[in-house]
């Protein structure tokens, strides 16, 4: 069965986590909690405003 997921966030020109060019796609909902988190404020699966 698919995943699905709440984009948080879609950065173009990606260049800093190696070699080439891409998109990344950041999802909401990560329950890893990771200490090296990029994005801590994404880890809420729930819909919310980002700004108003």
């Known amino acids: ?3 699905s997921g709440t984009i948080f ?3 173009k020109f990606s260049v ?3 070699p080439g060019i891409r998109t990344t796609v950041f999802l ?3 329950l890893l909690s ?3 988190c990029h ?3 994404s880890r809420s ?3 919310e405003i ?3």
């Open 28 to 30: 909401k909902g990560c």
């Open 50 to 52: 980002n700004f108003f």
């Open 45 to 47: 699966p729930q819909p």
């Open 39 to 41: 994005n801590p404020e």
């Open 16 to 18: 800093h986590d190696g």
């Open 9 to 11: 966030d879609i950065k």
């Open 34 to 36: 990771c200490t090296w």
């Open 1 to 3: 069965m698919p995943q």
